[in-house]
């Protein structure tokens, strides 16, 4: 989770050299309440997050993530504090043609499991992931992969389908990439995470040792890793998983875990500030949260027995109009989220408040009679029924208060009668893509730094939101956008695809937020996890 207010895409010309490895080294004496051992501490991490699948082709959300990040290594990927890519497995990058880059790895490169890390289980890797294309994994990040080629064992070849592709290689550095055995994973179906843990396919700095999912996980760190991370500066890290925010802040109290990462409520994080053995570190963050309308099922939805093109766009433009952002942010979260008014969260290069322009009382706020004219212009019978979803242990306790506001928001205009429901996050994912969900409540971290992170994801032809949007203009502005070099015509191009997508409404941005990090006060390394692009990386992590 970044903390940087401006970011550029990273930009290759001919061949890249990189520095040296990052190497971190073990520090300092445990506490009293730490486990120890002939080994030395372990650091006790505490969530309220749920693991889908320890697949990386089967998921592409935090809780999983969280684990995958630490097992599964990338060739390329952005060390903490840094906003570039470089080399993890690999040794560099080439851009050898117009649509091809060469990838060279590392020699000697193992798998937890003693078995080789070659080019061959590269090539296997990506190819799984765009042949399985779980609606619910990251294969859409792959959206200009046109073929993989394993010439040598140290070489990979992969070739685009369209030229200029300058952001390919923080593609490789996103879960899409990571790289796993192929003589553990099969080809075409997700393997599930008891099977995994036993083949130990580990790539990354970490490996499982004991799985309970959703429950607790520990690993311990891999010795066969070769990536720039190194050795972690602590060897054993325990993950507990909680369904309750308050246990897992009294746990932090108490001295039962070390730190938190991922989800306490504002008032918890602000309470826990005020205790002399807590240190809560905060940061900018990349994460969005929004309302995606489903557009089968939302009313007059496609699938709908009433189904009306023109009477859904009102529906969504008028929910637009209604719901007041500023309010969310200070009255649910104190302003440690601030509104959000596109896709793309603001200080990202191309970022433009396309919804403040188009809805509301055009400054930012709610507009009552906006939203009652444009139902009434598509002849909108009202109240208009949503039924909206929201999910508490994925996105946190405070979900709950804050789509509680938003219903109130909603019927506070006479326009609309809102039905809540909440569901857990392990069924959540399965619902939503069966379009079981006619509103409902989503969240985004950056798997990359740039804008087209926060726009291929939602509005490109295979997008993981899955919602049946599908408009080819703003498609095509986003294929340009992404091969575009000058970067003038590209923050343009950005903005223009924005702009569009925002005028027909398939989700609602409403916040973009900060991270928060709690720990003990005997844990260092913390600040540097608060850096991460994506996940929370424990190999910055140690006792003091």
Not at 66 to 72: A, G, L, M, P, R
Not at 156 to 168: G, I, M
Not at 268 to 275: Q, S, V
Request: proline share 4%; glycine share 8%; hydrophobic share 35%.
């Amino acid at each position: 989770m970044a903390q940087h207010s401006t970011v550029r895409p990273f930009r290759f010309l001919g061949a890249v050299s990189f520095g040296t490895a990052f190497l971190v080294a073990l520090t300092g004496c445990t506490s009293s309440k730490s486990s120890t051992g002939s080994e030395g501490a372990t650091v006790t991490v505490g969530t309220t997050d749920q693991v889908t699948s320890l697949d990386p082709a089967g998921a592409w959300d935090a809780g999983s993530g969280t684990i995958e990040s630490e097992v599964y290594a990338t060739l390329l990927s952005v060390k903490n504090g840094a906003t570039e890519v470089s080399p993890d497995l690999a040794t560099g990058i080439k851009l050898t043609g117009p649509k091809e880059y060469t990838v060279t790895l590392k020699k000697g490169l193992k798998f937890a499991d003693g078995h080789q890390l070659t080019s061959s289980d590269v090539k296997f890797s990506f190819d799984r992931t765009l042949k399985i294309a779980d609606e619910n994994g990251p294969s859409s990040l792959l959206y200009n992969l046109a073929s993989v080629a394993a010439p040598t064992p140290t070489t990979v070849v992969f070739t685009l389908k369209s030229a200029n592709d300058t952001l390919f290689p923080q593609v490789l550095s996103t879960a899409a990439g990571y790289i796993v055995d192929e003589q553990t994973f099969p080809p075409d179906k997700i393997l599930d995470d008891k099977s995994i843990v036993a083949g130990k396919p580990w790539s990354g700095p970490y490996g499982v040792t004991s799985y309970d999912k959703n429950s607790l996980v520990s690993f311990t760190a891999n010795s066969t890793y070769g990536g720039q991370l190194g050795t972690p500066k602590t060897k054993n890290v325990q993950l507990k998983y909680y369904t309750d925010a308050s246990n897992l802040k009294l746990d932090v109290q108490q001295g039962t875990i070390d730190a938190v990462y991922r989800t306490l409520t504002t008032t918890d994080l602000d309470d826990l500030a005020k205790k002399k053995d807590i240190e809560v570190h905060t940061g900018s963050g990349n994460g969005i949260r929004y309302i995606v309308f489903d557009l089968q099922t939302q009313p007059y939805g496609t699938k709908t027995k009433n189904a009306d093109k023109a009477k859904a766009l009102a529906v969504r433009q008028a929910v637009a109009d209604s719901v007041d952002r500023a309010q969310l942010a200070q009255q649910v979260y104190k302003n440690s989220y601030q509104p959000l008014y596109s896709s793309v969260p603001d200080g990202l290069t191309g970022a433009t408040d396309s919804f403040k322009s188009l809805y509301g009382d055009k400054k930012g706020g709610p507009d009552k009679a906006a939203a009652a004219a444009k139902l009434k212009a598509a002849k909108v019978s009202t109240p208009v029924t949503l039924n909206l979803q929201y999910n508490s242990d994925h996105y946190g306790s405070s979900s709950a208060d804050e789509y509680a506001l938003i219903k109130t928001q909603l019927e506070a205009t006479g326009l609309f009668k809102v039905n809540l429901q909440s569901t857990e996050w392990t069924q959540y994912g399965k619902d939503r893509i069966k379009h079981l969900y006619p509103l409902y409540q989503l969240g985004w971290y950056a798997d990359y730094l740039d804008a087209d992170n926060y726009l291929s994801p939602f509005y490109s032809a295979n997008s993981w939101v899955a919602n049946g949007y599908d408009d080819p203009a703003v498609r095509e502005l986003i294929k340009k956008e992404e091969t575009e070099t000058d970067a003038a015509k590209r923050t343009e191009l950005l903005e223009q695809a924005q702009d569009k997508a925002a005028a027909q409404v398939p989700l609602l941005p409403l916040l973009q937020g900060s991270t928060a990090i709690v720990t003990r006060t005997d844990i260092s390394g913390v600040p540097d996890a608060l850096t991460s692009a994506y996940t929370f990386r424990w190999a910055g992590l140690s006792k003091k």
